[in-house]
């Protein structure tokens, strides 16, 4: 089992920034491969961006390419999602997911997810 939980949400301005935080518990050895997803109300749930093991892979939705950066540090089972330029079309409840191989963009291939955070940004 593993656990996450994410943190660092908010409500923020258009154009500003936040660092989401994702902290990982139990048998996260073979669930290294992380990833960001987020759900806006009344859609579906959306692949944002994804992170090897060791950091050196990583690949993000053409909608926050250029925004935002998915980093991890390994030393504290921990991954961020710094998120800039922040847009109200990026309100969502952003959700970190675990998984036991790098590049999926389907949900479905993440069977570990934590609780989600809300991130608000108002015009």
């Known amino acids: 089992q593993v656990q996450l939980v994410e943190s660092g949400g908010g409500l923020v301005q258009a154009g500003a920034s936040l660092r989401l935080s994702c902290v990982a518990s139990?048998?996260?050895a073979r669930w290294n491969p992380r990833a960001w997803f987020r759900q806006a109300p009344g859609k579906e749930r959306?692949?944002?961006?994804?992170?090897?093991?060791?950091?050196?892979?990583?690949d993000y939705a053409d909608s926050v390419k250029g925004r935002f950066t998915i980093s991890r540090d390994n030393a504290k089972n921990t991954v961020y999602l710094q998120m800039n330029s922040l847009k109200p079309e990026d309100t969502a409840v952003y959700f970190c997911?675990?998984?036991?191989?790098?590049?999926?963009?389907?949900?479905?291939?993440?069977?570990?997810w934590g609780q989600g955070t809300q991130v608000t940004v108002s015009s």
């Open positions: 997911a675990a998984g036991s191989s790098y590049g999926s963009t389907n949900q479905h291939d993440y069977p570990y």
């Open positions: 139990g048998r996260t």
């Open positions: 959306e692949f944002i961006t994804t992170i090897s093991w060791n950091g050196a892979s990583t």
